[in-house]
């Protein structure tokens, strides 16, 4: 029984790491040092969905699943957990290119604003020590 607890756990902590991947960035504008977290796990957040590896977490889970006599099953936990959520069909290349797509698209998109209001701040600073 604690092998089912466990593998839920994965399950949690997986998803927590999707969630993380797709809006970590948010979260920089109020720690900005998470850069350095944030940027390798959208890189291997992207990368599991265009080259359709499996993660490590999915294969815990099940190893975990099975030492309890639970089933396994097959396919990543995007394809398990998440498309039956948000898509009727199965997971094919092509959603799975587009999911990493918009995660790169979305993550863009807030570093880009993240780095400009970076940018403006510094320069608000070099002026105001310049007295400009």
Excluded at 72 to 81: I, K, L, P, S
Excluded at 95 to 105: E, F, H, N, R, S
Aim: glycine content about 8%; hydrophobic content about 55%.
């Amino acid at each position: 029984m604690p092998y089912l607890y466990l593998a839920d756990a994965v399950v949690l902590l997986h998803f927590a790491f999707v969630i993380f991947v797709i809006a970590g960035g948010l979260l920089l504008f109020r720690w900005k040092r998470l850069v350095w977290l944030h940027l390798p796990a959208l890189a291997w957040g992207a990368l599991t969905e265009f080259l359709h590896i499996v993660c490590p977490l999915t294969y815990l889970e099940n190893w975990l699943r099975s030492l309890a006599g639970a089933a396994a099953y097959r396919g990543d936990f995007v394809e398990h957990y998440l498309l039956p959520v948000l898509y009727p069909a199965n997971l094919t290349a092509h959603i799975q290119i587009g999911l990493g797509m918009l995660v790169l698209a979305v993550n863009g998109l807030v570093y880009g604003i993240w780095f400009w209001r970076q940018c403006s701040r510094a320069l608000a600073r070099k002026r105001q020590h310049f007295g400009q």
